[in-house]
């Protein structure tokens, strides 16, 4: 089992900032990915972003490229997701997701955390 915890979402003004921040633990040895996930009011879900446990590459879908980064403490086992010059439109809940190296799939979540961007 892996726990998600993710925290640090709020209300912020359109061109702000925000840094999301995902606390994993239990069985982070298992952990092969990380990824970013989003929701909006009436949406299906959105992927964001993603990036190798063990450190390698990021990558971003094309929404948040070249304003959404990661970064991750490993000595605290938690992954960061740093949103410059948001926008109304990333509005939405944001969810850490864990892939599995078992299984190849996110087979774990955080709760959410809510995000708005007020124009």
């Known amino acids: 089992q892996v726990q998600l915890v993710e925290s640090g979402g709020g209300l912020v003004q359109a061109g702000g900032s925000l840094r999301l921040s995902c606390v994993a633990s239990?069985?982070?040895?298992?952990?092969?990915?990380m990824a970013w996930f989003r929701q909006a009011p009436g949406k299906e879900r959105e992927f964001m972003g993603s990036f190798q446990w063990s450190g390698g590459p990021s990558y971003f879908a094309d929404s948040v490229k070249g304003r959404f980064t990661f970064s991750r403490d490993t000595a605290k086992n938690t992954v960061y997701l740093q949103m410059n010059n948001l926008k109304p439109e990333d509005t939405a809940v944001y969810y850490c997701a864990a892939q599995m190296i078992e299984t190849a799939k996110y087979d774990y979540w955080g709760q959410g955390t809510q995000v708005t961007v007020s124009s």
């Open positions: 239990g069985r982070t040895g298992s952990i092969a990915a």
